[in-house]
């Protein structure tokens, strides 16, 4: 079992950066893949970036990539969302999410592919 917990979201100006932190409990954190979903209000929920167990393999979606950088440490059981640059359309609600190893590089922006979920984190960015 692995529960995920968000911090590090909150209101920043167009251009802006914040920076997402997911807590992770369990032994086997460095056996998991991570990642991030947002979901903006009145939209589908969506992949934004996933990291695999050693952090040498890394997925964003296109409208973030340049910006976004995703990141982990095992030994502290954290992995990190670096968003630099935000804009407005990056308003949404982030969720940490966690799964068993995946070993097909398109699994990764599935969320069927992630067995656990975090309560999320809210990121308004004003323009």
């Known amino acids: 079992q692995v529960q995920l917990v968000e911090s590090g979201g909150g209101l920043v100006q167009a251009g802006g950066s914040l920076r997402l932190s997911c807590a992770a409990s369990?032994?086997?954190?460095?056996?998991?893949?991570m990642g991030w979903f947002r979901q903006a209000p009145g939209k589908e929920r969506e992949f934004v970036a996933g990291?695999?167990?050693?952090?040498?393999?890394?997925y964003y979606t296109d409208s973030v990539k340049g910006r976004f950088t995703i990141s982990r440490d095992n030994a502290k059981n954290t992995v990190y969302l670096q968003m630099n640059s935000l804009e407005p359309e990056d308003t949404a609600v982030y969720y940490c999410v966690a799964a068993p190893p995946i070993y097909l590089s398109s699994s990764y922006y599935s969320e069927g592919s992630y067995n656990y979920w975090g309560q999320g984190t809210q990121v308004t960015v004003s323009s």
């Open positions: 990291i695999n167990w050693s952090g040498g393999s890394t």
């Open positions: 369990g032994r086997t954190f460095s056996n998991y893949a």
